[in-house]
Each structure stands twice: as structure tokens, then as C-alpha cells.
């Protein structure tokens, strides 16, 4: 086994060969969850805790499935509720959940370093599901999955991520794997909302759909916060979905088996057109929530078994 | 009883030599070796000494005077109190603290000054104090400049909190220029910096952490020299920190305004990836910069386009700094690393002695009228006696600052403070205290 580290807080620190070998895993999760073998033991025993400081339904409730489908005991914690209007801190949270001695902490956060900090402090294993505007590991693994079980291959192809790049931690996580797998990465959004110095990390910048989407493989659409609209980043929703949404013309440019994606929740009309989300010849949307299931399963597995290794 | 201490004094009854030292001159700009006596708390020429100090080759120089130190009082002096402030400038060599007024309350008023200054007598080494440049840093209207400059401040900032409305500021500026009070700026655009933790590219990017463009500093620095050129004020901008806003300074100088400006020891030895995973005591304001920005600032300081070198001391505790980084406080502590860290710029071959000694003694001392920063005759004996190149791995935990943010735990560093003196009296003696 090459998987080594402890947490899975980002992409950034992960090898190819572990990223090979988390979709590998998650893959045997796929096929075995569609034959109906939904009762795993790999972490039975185990205690997972889901810590959300913001709020998910999709994304608590994925690892929450991923959890009890390979025999964890599950619990969930809504910490806008709790002790963060006491005044408590993270870390004060963090120790206080340690000293009852989970195994695995799946951490959501509003700030970019929340999952780092919290990893310093604990004695188990954290999964970072998003922490401000630095990574969402998972959901880029769950893309990479999807990607490779369409186009049969995870290098070598030409991804367009579009939209809102610098609010976006799983724009960071994906353009990180894809580039670590070999890919050609374009970003593509109006400048605004284009991180500065992105360029550096190896990737093409457009603000121009028509031309970031030529021969792309692959056309990953990314959610417009609602708070965006108001702050002077773009004029109005109607003039970025002119510009920037995804509908029949502007995939034209891309190839024509190219696939379309989308992390979800969507804004219909404003950065994808309804009936191309729903196609099911083009979008790959509901596969890829059915992978984050898989890619969490193997995630969580992985590292369970490096905490009974180095115990 | 007068006559009889000055004859106790030309008799060397309190005088004291300094022998055998490498002595720094920041004003010719040499160093030579060679003795150095102290008589009546001042520098004296050669004469009877009752007292011989053995330098051992060792460097002798003016005491530090370090613009900008932040101690907690008022208000916060469980972070930081005159007392460990003044306990660890003596350490570090600091001889005059040149405290912010960026208290609980702001020192906006010339009794809160007062109060402050009965406080300050708790602190070994001297303190001089500054005044905000506004009332509660509101940038709304100005405080009574004439008045705290009767109370003893020796300069106005409302530091971080940049004023922002021009006609204000440029209004406190002409005021202040009337009675040649110095005014410290902050350059920044307040605009493009806010919210901003962390300087903006590639790494900023990478950790997804809000950052502000090199850019917020050069509008700053524009902006701040056009008032001050059109109001004659004496300015100082608190830290030049990358090459963006040097060429406006360079073209101010050259048509002589009276302005001078500063950098911070952490902008000139640390950069922005120093941050690392999200390391809080590396947060600083302004944030630290790229590498090419670094350099450019070091270079400023050694053909002295930037003046003055701080350690922009800001004691944070750890309760303060053991949160998510873009929640966590900003600011390090530096007065007993300022000596240690200055000397990572010797040791690299960007800068000598003597001349750094002009940015950390000579220059902030002149700039503010203070008497010192020089080993001439008559001068204040404010001295610091250290080696250049004892190596040692600082420890956070020996610090003797209430607070322990230090961005230095755990490095090397060379150049150790052996002794402290203010006014003649030693307030440090490490070898007595490692005894």
C-alpha cells in the first residue's frame, strides 16, 4: 500500500501513485455498492464524527452513508448550533471531541487552514470536506473518478473548470489532481473572480467560454455563491449567464463526446442551463454524486487502516 | 554638593571604561578597536575610570531605538506590560522603546498620555511615547497635537487604521506641520487591503486565503508623500515592505521632502511562504512578501532609501493566535530578536555594521529628536555589548516578553546581547544572568 499519510486534508500533498490508489479503491466500492453489497466491515467499530461549522446536506450526508455502509458508528455534530455561540474555539471543540476518542473527524469549515489546524491537535484521523476557499479533497477524487470512468483515462485530457475559481476550494482541489494526473487544465471565468497569480500554477486562464471550451474533454461548471452578485464582482446574473453559463451553443465548442460537470448545488439559469444539466447523454451530475459515496468509502477505509497500522 | 559629584565625575569615581571593544560608529559609518569611557550616565573622553569592562574584541554600539513597540498598557497588559516589554528591549538591546499608541483605550489624549508615561517608569530602558494622529483612530478629527506634544509625545500614527478621507488627513498634516510635529503613515490602500490576511499570487491562491497586491502599498505610499510634498509636514511611512512603492520614495527624497521611512525586521529576513500550513506567528500587517519583494526592500536599506529598521513588537497571546489563520491576531514580538535577526543581514554580505547601525540607532533617534543613536562625547551612554556571531537556537519559552509570538522559535540565529546600558547603568549582564 502507497497511501501515507495520516489526514487527507488536500490534494496538495498527495502522490499520484495515492491518488491511483484511492480511485482504485473507491472503484471496488462503486461496482460493489451497485451490486447491492452495502454492508462493508472495514470500519466497523470505528467512531465517525461528521463536523460541519457550515452548513451541507449533500456533502454531510454522503459521508454519513459512506460511514454506515462500511460499519461505522456515525454522529453527527451541527456546530453552528452548539458551541460556537458559547464562545468556544476550534480548538477547544476539537480537544473536547478528542478526549472522547473518535477515529475518524470529517471536518467542514468557513476558514481556509480549519482541518491543518485541527489535525495538530487530535490523535485521529480528519478528513477535510471543505475548509474556506482552500481545498475539498474529496470532491475533487469524486470528479477524478467520474472523469476516468468516462473517458476511460485520468491524463492526457483537456478540462475546462468554469466559473467563480477564486471563492472555490474544490476549483483548488481539482486543478491541483489534474495537474498532478497530467492534464490540461483551463480556468475560465471573468476576472473577478480569477485568483491572482494562478497562472504560476501551470494552468490557462480565458475569460472567454468559446475558447477556454475548444476540444476541452471535459467541462466542469462550478456554483455562483448568491453572495458574489452583490459585491461588485459581476454586473448581473443575466449578463454572467450570457457570458459564463453553460447551454447547447457554448458546448459546441468542446469536443463531442465531451462530458459535463457540476459539484452541486446548482443554480439553474445562472451558470448552467436546466435541460443540458438533465441531459443524460452530456452531464454526468448524479454519477458523481453517487461516486462521492464511493470516494469517501475508500477515503475513510484507507485511513483507517493507517490508524490501526501506526497504533 | 553639586560641585562635589562633578569632581567625583572628572575624578572617575563613576566612570567606567570599555575596553578592547569593537567600536560601531553609525555616524562616520566605520568601526574601529579600541576603549570607550563613560562618566555621569554620558560618553566621555579618555580620563580615570573606577570601573574597567573587558570587551574582549566584541562589538560596542549605540543602543537600539525601536519605533513602534506595542506594550498592552493600557488595557491589555496580560499580554504585554511595560515592565516584561522594558525587560526584554534590555535583552535585546533596545534602548529606547518608542511605544504605539494603539492601546485600551487609544492614547488620544494628553491624560491618557500622562498615565501612560507614570507607567512607563516600571520599564529598565527609556520609553518615549507617540500619540494617534485622530480621536479613537476614527480618522474623523484630529486630537490636540499641541497639547499631547507638551505631554511628551514625540509622534503622531493612528497606525494600521489609515486615514481615509484625504481632505482630513491632508487638514492634520498642515495642522501638524505648524507646531513640526512628526506624523507616522501607514501606507496602504485601505480599500484593496481590507479583509485581506496575506499578500495575494501563486501561494495565496494555494491556501485560499484572502490576499492583498503589493500595489495596496505602493497607492499608499503615493498618496501619503503628495500630502506630505504639499503640506511640508515632517512624515514618516511606518514599513516600506516591497519594490512597488520604492521608486515614488526614491523620487521624494530626491526633491527633498522631509520624509523618512521604516521597514520591519521580519519583512527584511522572512517571506510569504514562511507562512507554511497556516502558521499564525508568521501573520503580520502588512503581510509578508514575495522573495523579489524582500530583496528590494533589503537593498532600499542598505543605499538608505529606507531609514529606520523596527521590530514592530506586537504581543499577541496564544489564545490570540491558535485559531484558523484568517481569524487568528496578527503580529509578532520582536524586541529581543531585532539584534539576532538584523545580523542574518551582516552575515549574508548585504549590509556592514555600522551602516546597519544607522537604520536601527542612529536614524530613529535623529528622527524624532531624541539624543543618542552615536558614540560621540557627550552623547547619552546607551550601549549595547554583543557578540556578532554567538550562535544559538532561540527557544519561544525563554523570551522574557509576557507574550511568546515569536516567528523565530526554533531557528538559528547569531549574535548574542551581552550587556545593556541606559544612561550608564547596566540594566542587562547576560553573563550574570546565566550564571
Given at each position: 500500500?502507497?497511501?501515507?499519510?495520516?489526514?487527507?486534508?488536500g490534494?496538495?500533498?498527495?502522490?499520484?501513485?495515492?491518488?491511483?490508489?484511492?480511485?482504485?479503491?473507491?472503484?471496488?466500492?462503486?461496482?460493489?455498492?451497485?451490486?447491492?453489497?452495502?454492508?462493508?466491515?472495514?470500519?466497523?467499530?470505528?467512531?465517525?464524527v461528521?463536523?460541519?461549522?457550515?452548513?451541507?446536506?449533500?456533502?454531510?450526508?454522503?459521508?454519513?452513508?459512506?460511514?454506515?455502509?462500511?460499519?461505522?458508528?456515525?454522529?453527527?455534530?451541527?456546530?453552528?448550533?452548539s458551541?460556537?455561540?458559547?464562545?468556544?474555539t476550534?480548538?477547544?471543540?476539537?480537544?473536547?471531541?478528542?478526549?472522547?476518542?473518535?477515529?475518524?473527524?470529517?471536518?467542514?469549515?468557513?476558514?481556509?487552514?480549519?482541518?491543518?489546524?485541527?489535525?495538530?491537535?487530535?490523535?485521529?484521523?480528519?478528513?477535510?470536506?471543505?475548509?474556506?476557499?482552500?481545498?475539498?479533497?474529496?470532491?475533487?477524487?469524486?470528479?477524478?473518478?467520474?472523469?476516468?470512468?468516462?473517458?476511460?483515462?485520468?491524463?492526457?485530457?483537456?478540462?475546462?473548470?468554469?466559473?467563480?475559481?477564486?471563492?472555490?476550494?474544490?476549483?483548488?482541489?481539482?486543478?491541483?489532481?489534474?495537474?498532478?494526473?497530467?492534464?490540461r487544465?483551463?480556468?475560465?471565468?471573468?476576472?473577478?473572480?480569477?485568483?491572482?497569480?494562478?497562472?504560476?500554477?501551470?494552468?490557462?486562464?480565458?475569460?472567454?467560454?468559446?475558447?477556454?471550451l475548444?476540444?476541452?474533454?471535459v467541462?466542469?461548471?462550478?456554483?455562483?455563491?448568491?453572495?458574489?452578485?452583490?459585491?461588485?464582482?459581476?454586473?448581473?446574473?443575466?449578463?454572467?449567464?450570457?457570458?459564463?453559463g453553460?447551454?447547447?451553443?457554448?458546448?459546441?465548442?468542446?469536443?463531442?463526446?465531451?462530458?459535463?460537470?457540476?459539484?452541486?448545488?446548482?443554480?439553474?439559469?445562472?451558470?448552467?442551463?436546466?435541460?443540458?444539466?438533465?441531459?443524460?447523454?452530456?452531464?454526468v451530475?448524479?454519477?458523481q454524486?453517487?461516486?462521492?459515496?464511493?470516494?469517501?468509502?475508500a477515503?475513510?477505509?484507507?485511513?483507517?487502516?493507517?490508524?490501526?497500522?501506526?497504533? | 554638593?553639586?560641585?562635589?559629584?562633578?569632581?567625583?565625575?572628572?575624578?572617575?569615581?563613576?566612570?567606567?571604561?570599555?575596553?578592547?571593544?569593537?567600536?560601531?560608529?553609525?555616524?562616520?559609518?566605520?568601526?574601529?578597536?579600541?576603549?570607550l569611557?563613560?562618566?555621569?550616565?554620558?560618553?566621555?573622553?579618555?580620563?580615570?575610570?573606577?570601573?574597567?569592562?573587558?570587551?574582549?574584541?566584541?562589538?560596542?554600539?549605540?543602543?537600539?531605538?525601536?519605533?513602534?513597540?506595542?506594550?498592552?498598557?493600557?488595557?491589555?497588559?496580560?499580554?504585554?506590560?511595560?515592565?516584561?516589554?522594558g525587560?526584554?528591549?534590555?535583552?535585546?538591546?533596545?534602548?529606547?522603546?518608542?511605544v504605539?499608541?494603539?492601546?485600551?483605550?487609544?492614547?488620544?489624549?494628553?491624560?491618557?498620555?500622562?498615565?501612560?508615561?507614570?507607567?512607563?517608569?516600571?520599564?529598565?530602558?527609556?520609553?518615549?511615547?507617540?500619540?494617534?494622529?485622530?480621536?479613537?483612530?476614527?480618522?474623523?478629527?484630529?486630537?490636540?497635537?499641541?497639547?499631547?506634544?507638551?505631554?511628551?509625545?514625540?509622534?503622531?500614527?493612528?497606525?494600521?487604521?489609515?486615514?481615509?478621507?484625504?481632505?482630513?488627513?491632508?487638514?492634520?498634516?498642515?495642522?501638524?506641520r505648524?507646531?513640526?510635529?512628526?506624523?507616522?503613515?501607514h501606507?496602504?490602500?485601505?480599500?484593496?487591503?481590507?479583509?485581506?490576511?496575506?499578500?495575494?499570487?501563486?501561494?495565496?491562491?494555494?491556501?485560499?486565503?484572502?490576499?492583498?497586491?503589493?500595489?495596496?502599498?505602493?497607492?499608499?505610499v503615493?498618496?501619503?508623500?503628495?500630502?506630505?510634498?504639499?503640506?511640508?509636514?515632517?512624515?514618516?511611512?511606518?514599513?516600506?515592505?516591497?519594490?512597488?512603492?520604492?521608486?515614488?520614495?526614491?523620487?521624494?527624497?530626491?526633491?527633498?521632502?522631509?520624509?523618512?521611512?521604516?521597514?520591519?525586521?521580519?519583512?527584511?529576513?522572512?517571506?510569504?511562504?514562511?507562512?507554511?500550513?497556516?502558521?499564525?506567528?508568521?501573520?503580520?500587517?502588512?503581510?509578508?512578501?514575495?522573495e523579489?519583494?524582500?530583496?528590494?526592500t533589503?537593498?532600499?536599506?542598505?543605499?538608505?532609501?529606507?531609514?529606520?529598521?523596527?521590530?514592530?513588537?506586537?504581543?499577541?497571546?496564544?489564545?490570540?493566535?491558535?485559531?484558523?489563520?484568517?481569524?487568528?491576531?496578527?503580529?509578532?514580538?520582536?524586541?529581543?530578536?531585532?539584534?539576532?535577526?538584523?545580523?542574518?543581514?551582516?552575515?549574508?554580505?548585504?549590509?556592514?555594521?555600522?551602516?546597519?547601525?544607522?537604520?536601527?540607532?542612529?536614524?530613529?533617534?535623529?528622527?524624532?529628536?531624541?539624543?543618542?543613536?552615536?558614540?560621540?562625547?557627550?552623547?547619552?551612554?546607551?550601549?549595547?555589548?554583543?557578540?556578532?556571531?554567538?550562535p544559538?537556537?532561540?527557544?519561544?519559552?525563554?523570551?522574557?516578553?509576557?507574550?511568546?509570538?515569536?516567528?523565530?522559535?526554533?531557528?538559528?540565529?547569531?549574535?548574542?546581547?551581552?550587556?545593556?546600558?541606559?544612561?550608564?547603568?547596566?540594566?542587562?549582564?547576560?553573563?550574570?544572568?546565566?550564571?
Amino acid at each position: 500500500m502507497s497511501f501515507r499519510h495520516r489526514h487527507l486534508l488536500g490534494i496538495e500533498p498527495l502522490r499520484p501513485a495515492e491518488i491511483t490508489e484511492l480511485l482504485d479503491l473507491a472503484q471496488h466500492y462503486a461496482e460493489a455498492t451497485r451490486r447491492g453489497d452495502t454492508h462493508g466491515t472495514a470500519l466497523a467499530g470505528l467512531t465517525q464524527v461528521n463536523m460541519f461549522f457550515e452548513n451541507s446536506t449533500r456533502t454531510q450526508a454522503s459521508f454519513e452513508i459512506a460511514g454506515k455502509r462500511l460499519g461505522a458508528d456515525v454522529m453527527n455534530m451541527a456546530m453552528q448550533a452548539s458551541s460556537l455561540n458559547k464562545g468556544e474555539t476550534l480548538i477547544d471543540t476539537a480537544l473536547t471531541l478528542n478526549a472522547m476518542r473518535p477515529d475518524l473527524l470529517v471536518v467542514r469549515h468557513p476558514h481556509s487552514g480549519a482541518a491543518n489546524l485541527l489535525a495538530e491537535k487530535v490523535n485521529c484521523a480528519v478528513l477535510n470536506a471543505g475548509d474556506g476557499r482552500h481545498e475539498h479533497p474529496t470532491q475533487a477524487l469524486l470528479d477524478a473518478l467520474t472523469i476516468r470512468r468516462a473517458k476511460g483515462r485520468l491524463h492526457r485530457l483537456t478540462v475546462a473548470i468554469c466559473g467563480d475559481i477564486a471563492h472555490s476550494r474544490v476549483a483548488r482541489s481539482n486543478l491541483i489532481l489534474l495537474g498532478k494526473m497530467e492534464n490540461r487544465v483551463r480556468l475560465v471565468g471573468p476576472p473577478t473572480l480569477m485568483p491572482a497569480g494562478v497562472e504560476a500554477l501551470g494552468v490557462e486562464v480565458t475569460d472567454d467560454m468559446a475558447e477556454g471550451l475548444r476540444d476541452a474533454d471535459v467541462v466542469m461548471m462550478l456554483r455562483l455563491q448568491r453572495e458574489r452578485m452583490d459585491g461588485a464582482f459581476i454586473p448581473s446574473e443575466r449578463e454572467y449567464f450570457h457570458r459564463f453559463g453553460l447551454d447547447a451553443g457554448k458546448l459546441r465548442h468542446a469536443r463531442p463526446d465531451a462530458i459535463v460537470m457540476h459539484p452541486g448545488p446548482m443554480n439553474r439559469g445562472v451558470e448552467i442551463d436546466g435541460t443540458l444539466a438533465d441531459d443524460i447523454n452530456r452531464s454526468v451530475i448524479q454519477e458523481q454524486v453517487e461516486m462521492g459515496v464511493a470516494v469517501r468509502m475508500a477515503a475513510m477505509d484507507i485511513l483507517a487502516r493507517n490508524l490501526r497500522a501506526g497504533a | 554638593m553639586r560641585r562635589g559629584r562633578a569632581d567625583a565625575i572628572a575624578g572617575g569615581m563613576d566612570a567606567t571604561l570599555f575596553a578592547d571593544a569593537r567600536l560601531i560608529d553609525p555616524v562616520s559609518g566605520t568601526e574601529r578597536r579600541g576603549d570607550l569611557r563613560v562618566a555621569g550616565g554620558r560618553i566621555a573622553g579618555p580620563g580615570p575610570a573606577a570601573e574597567r569592562i573587558d570587551c574582549r574584541g566584541r562589538c560596542l554600539a549605540p543602543g537600539l531605538v525601536d519605533i513602534g513597540v506595542k506594550v498592552g498598557e493600557p488595557g491589555e497588559r496580560h499580554k504585554e506590560s511595560f515592565r516584561t516589554a522594558g525587560a526584554a528591549a534590555a535583552r535585546g538591546g533596545v534602548t529606547t522603546m518608542v511605544v504605539r499608541p494603539d492601546t485600551i483605550p487609544v492614547i488620544d489624549a494628553p491624560e491618557l498620555l500622562e498615565q501612560a508615561r507614570g507607567r512607563a517608569a516600571e520599564s529598565p530602558v527609556r520609553v518615549r511615547h507617540m500619540a494617534t494622529l485622530t480621536r479613537g483612530r476614527a480618522g474623523r478629527e484630529m486630537v490636540e497635537i499641541g497639547f499631547l506634544r507638551d505631554a511628551g509625545a514625540v509622534a503622531f500614527s493612528d497606525g494600521t487604521h489609515v486615514v481615509r478621507d484625504t481632505r482630513i488627513l491632508s487638514r492634520c498634516l498642515t495642522y501638524a506641520r505648524s507646531l513640526g510635529a512628526l506624523v507616522i503613515g501607514h501606507p496602504q490602500d485601505p480599500g484593496l487591503s481590507a479583509g485581506a490576511v496575506i499578500t495575494s499570487g501563486k501561494f495565496a491562491s494555494l491556501r485560499g486565503l484572502p490576499g492583498v497586491s503589493p500595489l495596496a502599498e505602493r497607492m499608499g505610499v503615493e498618496r501619503d508623500l503628495a500630502l506630505a510634498g504639499a503640506t511640508g509636514v515632517a512624515y514618516h511611512l511606518d514599513q516600506v515592505t516591497c519594490a512597488a512603492g520604492l521608486p515614488a520614495l526614491r523620487r521624494a527624497k530626491a526633491e527633498g521632502l522631509d520624509v523618512t521611512a521604516g521597514t520591519s525586521i521580519h519583512h527584511l529576513t522572512l517571506n510569504v511562504l514562511d507562512v507554511a500550513d497556516y502558521r499564525t506567528f508568521f501573520k503580520v500587517v502588512p503581510p509578508l512578501r514575495e522573495e523579489d519583494d524582500r530583496l528590494a526592500t533589503v537593498e532600499a536599506l542598505a543605499d538608505g532609501t529606507i531609514d529606520v529598521i523596527s521590530s514592530m513588537h506586537t504581543p499577541q497571546d496564544e489564545e490570540s493566535k491558535r485559531l484558523p489563520f484568517e481569524e487568528a491576531a496578527p503580529g509578532a514580538v520582536g524586541l529581543e530578536t531585532l539584534l539576532p535577526a538584523a545580523m542574518r543581514l551582516v552575515h549574508g554580505g548585504h549590509i556592514d555594521l555600522p551602516i546597519l547601525w544607522r537604520a536601527l540607532s542612529r536614524n530613529p533617534a535623529r528622527r524624532l529628536g531624541l539624543e543618542g543613536g552615536t558614540l560621540e562625547v557627550g552623547a547619552p551612554a546607551d550601549l549595547v555589548l554583543f557578540d556578532p556571531d554567538a550562535p544559538f537556537v532561540l527557544d519561544r519559552w525563554t523570551l522574557a516578553s509576557k507574550s511568546k509570538n515569536t516567528p523565530f522559535d526554533g531557528a538559528r540565529m547569531e549574535g548574542r546581547v551581552i550587556g545593556t546600558w541606559v544612561g550608564g547603568v547596566r540594566v542587562w549582564d547576560r553573563d550574570a544572568a546565566h550564571a
